[in-house]
């Protein structure tokens, strides 16, 4: 498995993968959208269920269901789950959106960690990662990705070339 990390670091530090999420995603109001809502203002937890649509900025999620986390009225943390879940976000400077899907997944705001889980899929332009874990660190520009526990499956990855057209996906 090391040998894979130490791979997949040396490949990305080549091609330059970086989706750094807009800036002013953050600044953005949240909309949300579901069949089902339940606010804890106490905890600071919010429930969504039923075709759940998240947006905030440029950051769009679809699942069947989505729990907010909140410190203070600012979104810290969304983990949302579907079949599969969908989560999308455009980087800085970039012409497309990092578009990622999984049965589970979370986004920490405040870290900018992208966590996928069970089928999870992860693109970037052309790059391209598939595996039961993907794990993005936004502000690292680090992507992990690891095969099932119990072993079945690979990971698979396509990191297309950089050239002028692509520079800025």
Do not use: C
Not at 51 to 76: D, F, P
Not at 98 to 112: D, F, K, M, N, S
Request: no cysteine.
């Amino acid at each position: 498995m090391k040998l894979i990390n130490a791979f997949l670091l040396f490949l990305l530090s080549l091609f330059g993968l970086s989706a750094w999420a807009l800036s002013s995603d953050k600044n953005q109001p949240i909309q949300i959208e579901a069949d089902q809502v339940k606010i804890d203002d106490r905890t600071g937890l919010s429930t969504y269920q039923g075709n759940v649509r998240l947006n905030q900025g440029s950051m769009l999620v679809h699942a069947e269901k989505v729990i907010v986390h909140s410190e203070n009225r600012k979104l810290t943390k969304v983990i949302a789950d579907g079949n599969p879940a969908r989560f999308s976000q455009r980087p800085d400077g970039a012409l497309k959106d990092v578009e990622a899907t999984a049965q589970h997944v979370e986004y920490e705001t405040i870290g900018g960690v992208l966590t996928l889980k069970e089928k999870a899929k992860f693109q970037q332009g052309s790059n391209f990662f598939q595996g039961n874990l993907i794990v993005y660190e936004t502000h690292l520009d680090v992507v992990r990705a690891s095969k099932s526990p119990q072993g079945k499956g690979r990971v698979q990855v396509v990191i297309e070339p950089q050239t002028l057209e692509n520079a800025k996906q």
